[in-house]
């Protein structure tokens, strides 16, 4: 079992930055991929970003590209997301989750945090 609690969301303007943490407890943090999420309403909940169980490889959706950072701190137990020049269409309520498989389908990521807001304004 893998515990996540999110942090860091808030109401920001246009062009401003947000740095996200997801702190883990439970069973080794280390062994599994991390991903980013992200879900407005009225919408699917989708990845923004994913990060392999080194911190190595990483991947991003291409409206975030440029934009955002992903990395992991495996001694913390900890995964940020710097999220730099944010746009309104940025808000959502953004989600950790934990997958053993790289590049996973949602439906493949087993744990999961409560979820953070972040609202964007123009």
């Known amino acids: 079992q893998v515990q996540l609690v999110e942090s860091g969301g808030g109401l920001v303007q246009a062009g401003d930055s947000l740095r996200l943490s997801c702190a883990a407890s439970?069973?080794?943090?280390?062994?599994?991929?991390m991903g980013w999420f992200r879900q407005a309403p009225g919408t699917e909940r989708d990845l923004v970003a994913a990060?392999?169980?080194?911190?190595?490889?990483?991947h991003y959706v291409d409206s975030v590209k440029g934009r955002f950072t992903v990395s992991r701190d495996n001694a913390k137990n900890t995964v940020y997301l710097q999220m730099n020049s944010l746009k309104p269409e940025d808000t959502a309520v953004y989600y950790c989750?934990?997958?053993?498989?790289?590049?996973?389908?949602?439906?493949?990521?087993?744990?999961w945090g409560q979820g953070t807001q972040v609202t964007v304004s123009s």
């Open positions: 990060i392999s169980w080194s911190g190595g490889p990483t």
């Open positions: 989750a934990a997958t053993p498989r790289w590049l996973a389908s949602r439906n493949e990521y087993h744990y």
């Open positions: 439970g069973r080794i943090f280390s062994s599994y991929a």
